[in-house]
């Protein structure tokens, strides 16, 4: 757990008004709350519980000195400083907690904004939810949050002061190096506008998987799981690179790769002055020196270069500019420049100095991956920029005189509409011949808007996994939308990268039916993942013996790559204490809703809090079904979602107008009142309204005013058996079979092959 900023308080004094958080809960996906992943905590404000903000002196100005942009915060008002004015008027401390939380979230760079303070029924103890993208960030922001309100408060403190910078910096640095950089952030957020759902692999770095199951496609950063390994080996050796490059007639500079110094110097005599010398498989520009001209230059260049590399390349200088072609699935979809950075004397400071001054001090530069441009530090490479031109770090430049710092610095310019299609289609086959699917195409020319060869320009690097910074932050020009290109590649044609997923979750009787719409999917065809409280299972095959309805084990299934359907039991705990492992289902199961059981829940005693828990499972069912249009492949088609209900629990009932897809109503007695309606709002020329009931012994099939007769109770009983499976179990797995478009013969095919293999026990056909 991280350490909260330490507060100085006066040691003689020992007060009990505090903010103590009893238990904190991390529900990584869908839940109660919110489809999003939330921290929830249980918060006790003891003696605080009598006094709103407005009884304490001075904390209003306090909390909106050191926090001014909670003015943004619209709170329950609705408009710009509505939470302060809530703090003016007088709020809890809960209520303050959850919106501090949230703004040093956001001031550090995550991204965020729902926030819940709600009373519990013990007094003083609230629960407090808030966004959290990343568990241990969100949790430093709650307990720094936590110290601030109370120094905010005064009780304890000799020095009301608290330093909100060092707060902020704290959590900047673990997002630094715990969470997803911009460029993987931005594959991302174009994936989720798509509907497509993402799963990071590993606590640090950036490695996604986009889509579920046998559907799931990876990224890394740029790379994705079609670049190949052969193609990034290329494009690290540039010498190779360029032959096979000049092989194909694309325009690369002469040059080669030399031993030592004194090589160096024979390679430049024989290209002709001036060259460039750098790391023959280096990346990032580092080791990089650019139009050296004499021996001295040259020959202290390659032990640099040599740092940053396995060897030393020596090329023919190009004039010019470099520019950066990012290319996509055979396409430009992004270009920017590099420029030359300057400094210009005033008569007083040194080059070091002015560096400093005028270049370091641009907000856009910094270290993280949030800023387009680096700061410029003197190492080997630019103190031999500065004596080509005559100066040392420490020369003081006379007033107006401007010097050279680097001649290529950030490609941070976005020049995407001036690039001239042939040197476009030159970037495309550059690509292409190194096997790369997102490649950064280096090339130097005077003019981008001009072909390469009326000008003598030419490409000279070709790189996998390229940075995407520059063309969704460029310093200057407009963002370019390369998430949503990469997106487009990896899923084409709108798919959405899913595969059918069933979730089931009640009071009673969930194993059951998790095992039986298992079987129905693996019958169908499809390799099934099922993860339930008797166990993890591929198809039949068992491979984890213990309780597997969590969300451990559904995230094992949705990570499994060979999976192309998956089954979860989702029981109230799970729902409760970790949030769904998935963000939508076709099909969504609630067996029955027993309040009276989960009561024993700490913090949970009403109906409705039971109710709003399992309604979470109705919530993600989808409204469509990701269809592909014009897909040849129906395996991979998804019907409407559809959620499984109990006509026979009105809290089911309830929880039907929630849903965004299909309702199917299940129930053993056809004549109930919402199934008549439910059959007649289906009447008309389109497809009826569906229910799954049994009259007569005999399971019907009802769309609208259609029926159709699946099987006959004893005809099932005659052909699997005694077996003790409430008729009510079999009714919900049948209508989650027609849900997911298996027709009528499968499914009873399914239902009596299900039946056949349970226990040699007498069948006992119940009623909810």
């Known amino acids: 757990m991280s350490t909260p900023i330490a507060i100085h308080t006066d040691p003689s004094v020992h007060s009990t008004k505090d903010l103590k958080f009893l238990e904190i809960r991390y529900l990584n996906g869908p839940n109660m709350w919110t489809y999003h992943p939330v921290l929830e905590a249980i918060v006790d404000i003891g003696e605080l519980e009598n006094y709103p903000s407005d009884t304490i002196p001075g904390f209003y100005e306090r909390l909106s000195s050191w926090l001014p942009s909670l003015i943004e915060h619209r709170c329950s008002y609705g408009e710009p400083g509505g939470f302060l004015r809530r703090v003016q008027e007088g709020t809890w401390p809960c209520h303050i907690l959850e919106h501090v939380t949230l703004e040093l979230q956001n001031l550090a760079g995550m991204r965020g904004g729902f926030g819940r303070a709600r009373e519990t029924s013990t007094s003083g103890v609230y629960k407090v939810v808030v966004s959290a993208w990343h568990k241990e960030i969100t949790l430093k922001a709650l307990y720094l949050a936590r110290e601030l309100v109370l120094a905010a408060m005064g009780f304890d403190q000799v020095q009301l002061a608290y330093d ?12 630094d190096s715990h969470w997803i950089g911009p460029s993987t952030a931005c594959i991302v957020d174009a994936a989720a506008a798509h509907n497509i759902p993402s799963i990071r692999l590993l606590d640090k770095g950036n490695l996604i998987q986009l889509g579920h199951g046998s559907r799931s496609r990876y990224i890394w950063t740029a790379e994705t799981d079609r670049t ?9 050796d540039k010498e190779l690179t360029k032959s096979l490059l000049r092989a194909c007639g694309v325009p690369v500079p002469e040059g080669r790769i030399v031993t030592d110094p004194a090589d160096a110097w024979l390679a430049a005599e024989d290209i002709g002055l001036p060259v460039v010398i750098k790391p023959g498989d280096g990346n990032h520009g580092r080791g990089v020196f650019i139009e ?14 040599l740092q940053e590399g396995s060897d030393v390349l020596v090329e ?42 005028q270049i370091n001090s641009d907000p856009r530069r910094g270290t993280s991956e949030n800023h387009p441009l680096n700061f410029i530090e003197l190492d080997n490479a630019i103190r031999m920029e500065l004596a080509h031109q005559g100066y040392t770090s420490d020369s003081i430049l006379p007033s107006g005189t401007k010097v050279r710092i680097q001649r290529n610095g950030n490609h941070a310019i976005d020049i995407t509409d001036e690039v001239h299609p042939a040197t476009a289609d030159l970037a495309v086959l550059a690509a292409r011949i190194i096997g790369l699917d997102i490649a950064g195409i280096d090339l130097v ?14 490409i000279v690097e070709v790189n996998a996994g390229p940075s995407l910074l520059m063309h969704i932050k460029p310093a200057i020009g407009k963002p370019r939308p390369v998430g949503e290109a990469i997106i487009d590649q990896l899923f084409p044609d709108q798919d959405q990268g899913r595969i059918p997923v069933v979730g089931i979750t009640g009071s009673k009787g969930m194993t059951t039916i998790a095992r039986f719409v298992a079987s129905l999917l693996t019958l169908s065809g499809r390799r099934t993942g099922l993860a339930c409280s008797n166990g993890l299972y591929l198809d039949h095959r068992k491979i984890d013996h213990g ?35 998935y963000d939508s289902c076709q099909v969504g199961i609630v067996t029955r809703i027993e309040p009276e059981l989960n009561f024993a829940h700490q913090w949970i005693d009403t109906s409705e809090q039971v109710f709003k828990v399992l309604r979470t499972q109705v919530d993600v069912v989808s409204p469509t079904g990701g269809k592909r249009e014009g897909d040849i492949l129906p395996e991979i088609i998804l019907p409407t979602g559809a959620a499984i209900l109990n006509a026979q629990d009105p809290m089911l009932v309830q929880m039907a107008d929630l849903c965004q897809g299909e309702v199917i109503y299940i129930s053993c007695d056809p ?10 709002e289906g009447t008309g020329p389109t497809r009826g309204k569906r229910a799954v009931t049994v009259r007569n012994w005999e399971i019907l099939l009802i769309d609208g005013t259609a029926e159709t007769i699946l099987i006959r109770l004893d005809e099932l009983q005659a052909k699997t058996g005694n077996h003790p499976v409430e008729t009510a179990h079999l009714l919900a797995g049948v209508g989650a079979g027609w849900a997911l478009g ?16 349970q226990e040699k026990q007498s069948i006992v056909y119940q009623t909810f």
Request: hydrophobic share 45%; proline share 3%; aromatic share 4%.
């Open 445 to 458: 020319v005077e003019d981008i808007s001009r072909p390469l060869a009326e000008q003598g320009g030419a």
């Open 547 to 581: 309780n597997c309805a969590n969300h451990k084990s559904a995230r094992r299934i949705l990570m499994n790559r060979t999976v192309e359907a998956a089954v979860f039991e989702n029981g109230f705990d799970t729902m409760l204490e970790e949030g769904l492992a």
């Open 164 to 175: 909100v910078q060092h707060a902020i910096g704290q959590l900047r640095d673990m997002i």
């Open 316 to 357: 023919r200088y190009i004039p010019g500019i470099e520019h950066r072609l990012l290319i996509v699935g055979g396409q430009l979809v992004a270009a920017a420049r590099g420029d030359s950075v300057f400094v210009t004397g005033n008569g007083v400071s040194t080059i070091a100095k002015l560096i400093e001054d």
């Open 228 to 236: 190949t390994a052969i193609a990034e080996n290329i494009s690290r």
């Open 671 to 680: 004549t109930l009142p919402v199934i008549s309606v439910h059959r007649q």
């Open 292 to 305: 050296l001209s004499n021996r001295e230059e040259i020959e202290a260049a390659f032990p640099i270069a």
């Open 742 to 757: 298996m027709s009528p013969d499968l499914i009873r095919t399914g239902l009596i092959t299900f039946l056949q293999h």
